[in-house]
């Protein structure tokens, strides 16, 4: 069975994770969370690998995570997936916070395919990717699981407080997605998040995390 490749980008600016997910027998590769608008990283390293059937997965809706989902677009022909409130918050400068974040008014398409619209799941490169609805950060927040790799974004951070008091953030719903995640996936797991560095689930205590919900 070929193993999977994760190749980690940190996107312009904020300092989040992008991630490259790719496969050495397969010419598709799945780009996670792209905000490198300015560098254009991630379009280098396609290019340089010959990938050219790309797909774009959005964790959440938040500026710092898809900065760079339209030259991937313009770029490649990427089409992106997400949670139908992600896709609908992306067109809105007050819902994806790039108002706030750069004091420029950014509006991002809607996404080709609705997670919900696909019953959370797509066939990519002979594999399953599996889209885990965990609202708590923001409403549109969802978890990306393939093979045994889980993609968070801010939903699940090690040893980082899970921001829940910007607009649309929900204290309560967080907990019940952070367990979600915490009883559903093998400890063995492991977890790309979208800010530092990558984790077996087994290292994510639930104790702390649970407690260092930020409100």
Known sequence: MTMLSVTPIINDLFASCAYIVSRADCLQALVIDPADDASGHIAAFL????????????????FDHI???ERLR?????QVVCSRACSESIGRPEKNFSRYLTGIDRIFGPSDLICEEVSNAIDWCDERIEFVPTPGHSPGSVCIAVCNALFTGDTLIKDLRTVTKLPGGNRTGLRKSINLLLTRFPAATMVYP????????SQADREVILGNIKS
């Open 47 to 62: 290019r340089e690998h010959a990938l050219s059937d790309i797909f774009i997965a959005l964790t959440h809706e938040h």
């Open 67 to 69: 900065a760079g989902v």
């Open 74 to 78: 313009q770029q490649f022909g990427a």
């Open 194 to 201: 979208g800010h530092g560095e990558p984790f077996r689930l």
